[in-house]
């Protein structure tokens, strides 16, 4: 080692071992997990979302705008905003057509078709093909969405995979069907299926991080029998189903639970109380034995469903609602993102509603990760409406412009700017190497290889 040091050959060597173990955490850096409040990557680095949704669980089962744009178009407008993830949404009648059309999946010609009638899918199809030259009519839903992971991957923006949904359809009504395990759409077994099915399949998508188990559930007031079994315990077991079958079929992304009132309640499970009508209070440890370190909690937050008025009542109630898990013991502590909140892309929303200016200020605050509805500017169909205009997406109905420059770029870069600067010297937990076995194994590999390398050229060289 003597003429390492004499030749200058230690340093090299050195360096290239830093730049070897830089290189072993390299984007994406996953699995993921909970510490604390935090999400932490596989170096024990903390994670921060900054993200939009993009919906693909409407009618036609693929995700929007492609009629108008590229996928590359789409991501790169995504990326321009400093954003790094994406909600990407699927309804659970994908996988039912699949299952029932013997495991092969239905056509992008067939879906738009269907969705659209002939006529008008056949125009829509058109205008797919010539944005994105690299489908053809035969393509499949899926071989769709799997290009939108590929080119999210490509640019680095992380994925939230969202059960939005059993029946493709836009959400979210008491009444629609998909409201409750056992509703008109909401098949337990389908879901479960269709669970297993999307971990599985999203297994080869570098960029996915986290899947979620279901959006918004709430009251299923089109049944009023099954609205009777509305409660937290049937939440409890439900949700624990869900997350099971996730991590049987893929254990590393994180599992996101979705609370009850449309997803704006946790404070039963955060506070430690019963879950009504049983005595059970939650318990992460028995939630999931395996995997309590990919829990994590998602809320949404909307001015359509309450009426703000000013912004420390807003935040008494967010705080009450689920909040509260960021500052308490680490028995009631979990992550917590906001997977939806948004408002109209006009002009003065941003500025003069007071719920927009009470949002967008409280989670950089409280160094929370978020998801904007939506980057949409317009959908196929919507509640039976083709090519509806979407007053609330980034976009324009072309997905060419932003519908708000203004809020753009004096509003949401703001925002996401605030929210890193915010968590700037969290450590997560102090970037110590996870327990889990997945990464450890990566790390051994790594280190292994680099000291066999070390004593070959030890050896040659002595």
């Given at each position: 080692?003597?003429?390492?040091?004499?030749?200058?050959?230690?340093?090299?060597?050195?360096?290239?071992?830093?730049?070897?173990?830089?290189?072993?955490?390299?984007?994406?850096?996953?699995?993921?997990?909970?510490?604390?409040?935090?999400?932490?990557?596989?170096?024990?680095?903390?994670?921060?979302?900054?993200?939009?949704?993009?919906?693909?669980?409407?009618?036609?089962?693929?995700?929007?705008?492609?009629?108008?744009?590229?996928?590359?178009?789409?991501?790169?407008?995504?990326?321009?905003?400093?954003?790094?993830?994406?909600?990407?949404?699927?309804?659970?009648?994908?996988?039912?057509?699949?299952?029932?059309?013997?495991?092969?999946?239905?056509?992008?010609?067939?879906?738009?078709?269907?969705?659209?009638?002939?006529?008008?899918?056949?125009?829509?199809?058109?205008?797919?093909?010539?944005?994105?030259?690299?489908?053809?009519?035969?393509?499949?839903?899926?071989?769709?969405?799997?290009?939108?992971?590929?080119?999210?991957?490509?640019?680095?923006?992380?994925?939230?995979?969202?059960?939005?949904?059993?029946?493709?359809?836009?959400?979210?009504?008491?009444?629609?069907?998909?409201?409750?395990?056992?509703?008109?759409?909401?098949?337990?077994?389908?879901?479960?299926?269709?669970?297993?099915?999307?971990?599985?399949?999203?297994?080869?998508?570098?960029?996915?991080?986290?899947?979620?188990?279901?959006?918004?559930?709430?009251?299923?007031?089109?049944?009023?029998?099954?609205?009777?079994?509305?409660?937290?315990?049937?939440?409890?077991?439900?949700?624990?189903?869900?997350a099971n079958t996730i991590h049987s079929a893929n254990?590393?992304?994180?599992?996101l639970l979705s609370g009850m009132d449309s997803s704006?309640?946790?404070?039963?499970?955060?506070?430690?109380?019963?879950?009504?009508?049983?005595?059970?209070?939650?318990?992460?440890?028995?939630?999931?034995?395996?995997?309590?370190?990919?829990?994590?909690?998602?809320?949404?937050?909307?001015?359509?469903?309450?009426?703000?008025?000013?912004?420390?009542?807003?935040?008494?109630?967010?705080?009450?609602?689920?909040?509260?898990?960021?500052?308490?013991?680490?028995?009631?502590?979990?992550?917590?993102?906001?997977?939806?909140?948004?408002?109209?892309?006009?002009?003065?929303?941003?500025?003069?509603?007071?719920?927009?200016?009470?949002?967008?200020?409280?989670?950089?605050?409280?160094?929370?990760?978020?998801?904007?509805?939506?980057?949409?500017?317009?959908?196929?169909?919507?509640?039976?409406?083709?090519?509806?205009?979407?007053?609330?997406?980034?976009?324009?109905?072309?997905?060419?412009?932003?519908?708000?420059?203004?809020?753009?770029?004096?509003?949401?870069?703001?925002?996401?700017?605030?929210?890193?600067?915010?968590?700037?010297?969290?450590?997560?937990?102090?970037?110590?190497?996870?327990?889990?076995?997945?990464?450890?194994?990566?790390?051994?590999?790594?280190?292994?290889?680099?000291?066999?390398?070390?004593?070959?050229?030890?050896?040659?060289?002595?």
């Amino acid at each position: 080692m003597h003429f390492l040091a004499r030749t200058g050959l230690s340093s090299a060597l050195l360096t290239w071992l830093a730049t070897s173990a830089h290189l072993s955490a390299a984007w994406p850096n996953t699995p993921f997990r909970a510490s604390g409040r935090w999400i932490v990557d596989s170096s024990g680095d903390m994670v921060t979302y900054v993200g939009v949704n993009w919906p693909g669980h409407g009618e036609v089962m693929i995700p929007e705008g492609l009629q108008h744009v590229s996928i590359a178009s789409v991501v790169a407008k995504i990326k321009s905003l400093g954003l790094n993830a994406v909600r990407l949404t699927y309804a659970i009648e994908m996988v039912d057509q699949i299952f029932d059309n013997g495991g092969e999946d239905v056509t992008i010609e067939t879906a738009l078709v269907n969705a659209l009638g002939k006529e008008n899918g056949t125009t829509v199809l058109g205008k797919i093909l010539g944005n994105n030259p690299q489908f053809t009519a035969q393509t499949t839903r899926l071989q769709v969405f799997d290009a939108v992971a590929t080119e999210l991957a490509r640019q680095e923006i992380y994925i939230l995979l969202d059960n939005h949904g059993s029946k493709g359809q836009w959400c979210c009504s008491p009444f629609d069907g998909n409201a409750w395990w056992g509703d008109t759409y909401f098949s337990i077994s389908n879901w479960t299926r269709g669970l297993t099915f999307m971990a599985e399949h999203a297994k080869s998508w570098p960029a996915l991080a986290a899947m979620s188990l279901r959006n918004e559930l709430r009251q299923p007031l089109s049944n009023l029998t099954l609205a009777q079994e509305y409660n937290w315990a049937n939440w409890y077991s439900y949700s624990q189903l869900g997350a099971n079958t996730i991590h049987s079929a893929n254990p590393d992304p994180l599992i996101l639970l979705s609370g009850m009132d449309s997803s704006m309640q946790f404070d039963v499970i955060v506070d430690g109380k019963p879950l009504t009508p049983s005595t059970t209070v939650f318990d992460r440890s028995a939630f999931a034995p395996d995997f309590a370190d990919r829990l994590v909690l998602e809320m949404h937050a909307y001015s359509i469903t309450e009426k703000v008025d000013s912004c420390p009542e807003y935040e008494k109630k967010l705080t009450s609602r689920g909040f509260s898990t960021l500052t308490k013991d680490p028995e009631h502590q979990y992550p917590l993102l906001m997977t939806e909140f948004g408002f109209a892309q006009d002009a003065d929303t941003w500025k003069n509603d007071v719920y927009a200016t009470c949002i967008t200020q409280f989670l950089p605050k409280q160094k929370v990760g978020w998801f904007i509805w939506v980057i949409a500017g317009s959908y196929y169909v919507r509640e039976g409406i083709q090519e509806y205009d979407e007053t609330w997406g980034l976009l324009d109905a072309k997905w060419e412009n932003w519908r708000s420059p203004d809020f753009v770029e004096n509003g949401l870069k703001k925002m996401v700017n605030e929210m890193l600067e915010a968590v700037k010297g969290e450590t997560g937990d102090g970037g110590q190497a996870p327990t889990d076995s997945g990464s450890a194994k990566s790390y051994d590999v790594w280190w292994g290889m680099l000291a066999s390398i070390v004593a070959v050229l030890s050896a040659a060289i002595c």
